[in-house]
């Protein structure tokens, strides 16, 4: 088997239709790209950035890992963050998880699943962190669903803590941090509450994201 035929035949129909309703779409994209929004989610087939906001190629730019995690030391995120931020003068960086995140998931259960342990390792802190609410939900789903929303609270709260963000601020840049949590059952989008847009909202935003969890 060679290629994939059915994928290039999508494309050819995908583009079709997009310049029979506008002919200089293409033309218009390649010279520059403006998007306005920086989305940093999860890898999971079914969260597509581009799809579930109703976005059209230009407008937004993406990085997704496994369940929406921004480290401090991890250059690719960083880069993108750098990018999106100091070169593209991106508005919104929107940090958006979701529920039944399989690498959320994953994190909770202590299994031993190899290099990528060490990945969820990040979000087995968060769940440390606010292990005291979380104990004290019962249902299991529920319990899940709430380290997914904590999640996406801490990781905007890195993003915020970022250099590049701080140092954007700092010079006076309009930009807004944002958490959303989307669900795969419904299509639908959470906003978390978590949206910040300069240095001395960073405290009080975060108190009112986790509750009483902290
Ligand atoms: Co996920």
Redesign the pocket.
Known sequence: MHGLPDLIQKNKSWAENLNAEDPSFFSELAKKQIPEYLWIG?S?SRVPANQIVGLLPGEVFVHRN??NVVVHTDFNCLSVIEFAVAVLKVKHIIVCG?YG????KAASQNRHLGLIDNWLRHIRDVRNKHEAVLKDIEDENERHDRLCELNVVEQAHNVCHTTVVQQAWEKGQELAVHSWIYKIQDGLIRDLGLTITGLDEIAEAYRVAVGNDV
């Open positions: 999860c999971d496994i369940a979701h995140c399989g690498g959320v």
